[in-house]
C-alpha cells in the first residue's frame, strides 16, 4: 500500500452522498494551544510516531479500552488516526490539520480522537485498512476513521487538507446527532462485511498438490511482468522480496528460464536504481515510476531485511558481483544507523529532512562538481548518471549506476566515500528508533543468509554477520521473551511493550530455525519449539489449522483476522505454515508436517489464481511438489564442510549438522570420532554416507 496522496477521499456513496449537498458552516471555538496541550496524552508513549503528535492541539489519546468507554459513556464518535513516523503524507496532515486551532477544536468538541501506530499495531491497522478499503476501494496513510463508540467504522479515507477534513467530520457529526439511527444501520453492514473479508472457510478436500500446479502459479503470474525495467508492469513498484524469492527457487528447481531472467533483470534494475541509496546503502520502500528511478525516500528495516535475504540468495544462485555489493552495502547502513546499543534494530529512517521529502538523498549539479576531482567528472557523471537520465526536479538529480561502463572499484569506492562525507553533513532524515520482534527477526535471518552467500568469499565479513545475529537473537531472548513463552512486540528507551502478535512469533521461529542451521546450537530449535507451543495454545482457528493475528485471550477488536496474504511482508500464517513443515523434519513430527499441508490446502485456490499474492504460500507448494532434500553433517569437521557447501543454491535442502553425538532424530547414532560423514536423505531414505562435499552435493542435483 501507499501512502496516500493529496485528494479528498470522499464519504462513502450510500449514506454520507447526500451529506456534502449541505452548506458547510463551522462555529470555531476559542481554545487556546496552551489550555488544549494538557488535554493530549500522547506524551508519555514510546511510538515515535505518537511522539511526534504529543504537542498538537487535539486532544490525542493512544489506543485503548479507556478510550471507548470514555466514548460509551459521553456517547460520542471516535476518530481513529493510523500511520507510522516515517510516513510523508502522515507528516504534512500534522502539520496541516492536526496543528490547526479550528480543526482541533472541532475534533475535541465532538469527538474523541485516537492516535495509532500501524507498525506498533498492524492488528488495529488491518481491520480499519479493511474498512476503508471496502468503503472506498483503496486505501493507505495516513488511515483515517470515525467510528462508533463501540469501534465499529462508520466512514474513512487517507489523506484529507483540512478544510474537507472540517466538513467531513462536521457532517458526520450532524448525521449522527439527528439521524442515528442511518449510521446504526450503516455500521451494522460495514463490520459484517469486515467481518466476512477476515474468515477463511475451511477446505473440506483433502490436501493434494502437483508440479502441473506450481507451474501454472507461474504462467499464471507471468502476463503480468515487466519483461523491461523488471518488476509488475506498473507503477509504483514495490520490491516484494517473496515474490523473488519464489521465482528464484521455482526457476532454478523446474530449469524454467524465464522466471530466472525475470529475477536477474529486476534485480539488477533495483540495484542500480534510485530506490538504492547509492552513497549509504539500502533500499527505499518503493519507487514511484516503473524504472526504479523516483523512490519514496523513507528506508525500512523489515523490506530491507528481506532484500538482503533475496540477494544473497541470488549470488549463489548467479554469482553476479553486484549482489554481494548490494548485500554488504546494506548491511553497511543497517549496522551504521539502525542498530541500537544491545543489539536490536531500529524500525525506520525518515522520507524527510528539513520538511523535505528525500532532501538528504538528492544532489544539484553544482554540488557534485564541488565534489568530484574535475579530472574525473566525466567518468563519474557518465557512470552515476548525472544527465537528462537521472535529472529528477527543481534542479536535483537522483544517481543511478550504470555497470556498463568499466569503471575501478577503487574509483568507485573514493566516489562513494567523497559524496557521504559531504552528505553526513546535512541534516539527517528523523530516526525511529523503536525495535519490533517481528521486524528484529527478519533480519536475523538477513544476517543469517549474507552468512552463507559469503562465508568461502568474505570470511570475515561472514563471520561479523554471524555475530550480529546472535546478539540479535540474544537481545530478543533477554528483551522481549516472557517466562510463559510469551514475545513482546515493541522495545523502546529500554522498555518493552505491547503483547506479540502472530507475527512476532512467527518470524522468531523462523529466525531460530535459521540460526540452528548456521550454529548447530539445539537452544534455538528448542526455543522455536516453545514458541510454536504457545502460538498454538494461544492463536490457533482448529477447524482451519491457521492462526489468528491476535493472542485469543487479548482483548477482543471489532473482528477476529486470519492473516493469508501475502504482501511486502509475508503473510505470518504462511510463515508459520513453513516454519511447521521445517520442524516436521527436524524433530520427526508428522503432525507438524500434515498442519502445514492443512494450511496450504485452505488458500490453495488463492494461491493458484494469483501467486504475485500468495508467493510465500507458493514456495510452500514447492516443497510439497519438488524433490526435497535433508543434509545431516556429523563429525569434528561439520562446520567446515556445511561452510564448503554454501556457495551453491540449494533452496530445496534442509541441513542439520553436529560435531558431537546428538539425540536429534536425523543426527541420532550417525557420530563416529575421527570422521565426519554426509548425510543426503529424502523421503525419510539416505543414500550412504559420504565425506566429500562435492560428493553431497552431486547426490542433490
Known sequence: MLNAKPGLQGVDRGLFAIVFALFFTIISCSVSKENTMSENQLSGETSPYLLQHAHNPVHWRAWGNDVFEQAEAENKLVIISIGYSSCHW????????????????????????????????????????????????????????????DGRPVWGGTYFPTQNWMQALTSIYEIYRDEPEKVLSYAEKLHEGIVQSELVKANPEEPTFSQEETQAIFYNWQSSFDTVRGGPDRAPKFPL???????????????????????????????CGGIFDQVGGGFARYSTDEEWKVPHFEKML?????????????????????????????LNWIDREMTGSKGEFFS???????????????????????????????????????????????????????????????????????????????????LDDKALTSWNALMISGYVEAYKALINEYPDKARAYLKKALRNAEWILQKQNGKDGSLFHSYRNGQSSID??????????????????LSFDTKFLLQAQEWLSFTTANFQDESTGLFYTRNLKADPLIARSLETNDNVIPASNSVMAH?????????????????????????????????????????????FTYPY??????????????????????????????????????????????????????????????????????LIH
Not at 243 to 259: I, K, M, R, V
Open 90 to 149: 502522515c507528516h504534512v496532515m500534522e502539520r496541516e490539520t492536526f496543528e490547526d486551532s479550528a480543526a482541533a477544536a472541532l475534533m475535541n468538541e465532538h469527538f474523541i480522537s485516537i492516535k495509532v501506530d500501524r507498525e506498533e499495531r498492524p492488528d488495529v491497522d488491518r481491520v480499519y485498512m479493511t474498512a476503508v478499503q471496502l468503503m472506498t476501494r483503496q486505501g493507505g496513510w495516513p488511515l483515517n476513521v470515525v467510528a462508533l463508540p
Open 241 to 271: 522480496p517473496n515474490n523473488y524469492q519464489f521465482l528464484l527457487h521455482f526457476g532454478h528447481l523446474d530449469s524454467n528460464q524465464e522466471a530466472l531472467e525475470q529475477v536477474e533483470l529486476t534485480l539488477n534494475q533495483m540495484a
Open 302 to 330: 523489515y523490506d530491507n531485511a528481506q532484500l538482503v535475504s533475496l540477494y544473497s540468495q541470488a549470488y549463489r544462485k548467479f554469482r553476479n558481483p553486484l549482489y554481494a555489493e548490494v548485500v554488504m552495502e546494506t
Open 348 to 430: 525506520a529512517l525518515d522520507a524527510d529532512s528539513e520538511g523535505e521529502e528525500g532532501k538528504y538523498y538528492i544532489w544539484t549539479l553544482d554540488e557534485l562538481k564541488s565534489l568530484i576531482p574535475e579530472d574525473e567528472w566525466l567518468n563519474f557523471a557518465d557512470f552515476y548518471q548525472v544527465n537528462e537520465k537521472g535529472y529528477w526536479e527543481n534542479g536535483n538529480y537522483i544517481l543511478l549506476k550504470n555497470t556498463q561502463l568499466s569503471i575501478p572499484p577503487e574509483t568507485i569506492a573514493k566516489w562513494q566515500r567523497i559524496l557521504f562525507e559531504a552528505r553526513e553533513k546535512r541534516e539527517r532524515p528523523g
Open 500 to 517: 506479540g502478535l502472530l507475527e512476532d512469533y512467527a518470524f522468531a521461529q523462523a529466525a531460530f530455525l535459521d540460526l540452528f542451521e
Open 579 to 623: 516454519n511447521l513443515f521445517r520442524m516436521s523434519h527436524y524433530l520427526d513430527k508428522p503432525a507438524y508436517h500434515l498442519q502445514a499441508e492443512k494450511m496450504l490446502n485452505q488458500v490453495k485456490e488463492q494461491v493458484l489464481r494469483y501467486g504475485e499474492g500468495y508467493s510465500n504460500w507458493a514456495l510452500l507448494m514447492i516443497n
Open 629 to 698: 532434500f535433508e543434509v545431516a553433517i556429523c563429525g569434528e569437521r561439520a562446520k567446515s564442510k556445511y561452510n564448503a557447501m554454501q556457495n551453491n543454491y540449494l533452496p530445496n535442502t534442509l541441513w542439520i549438522g553436529s560435531e558431537k553425538e546428538s539425540e536429534l532424530p536425523l543426527l541420532e547414532n550417525r557420530y563416529q570420532s575421527g570422521q565426519t560423514k554426509i548425510y543426503v536423505c529424502q523421503n525419510k531414505v539416505c543414500q550412504l554416507p559420504v565425506e566429500e562435499p562435492q560428493r553431497a552435493l552431486d
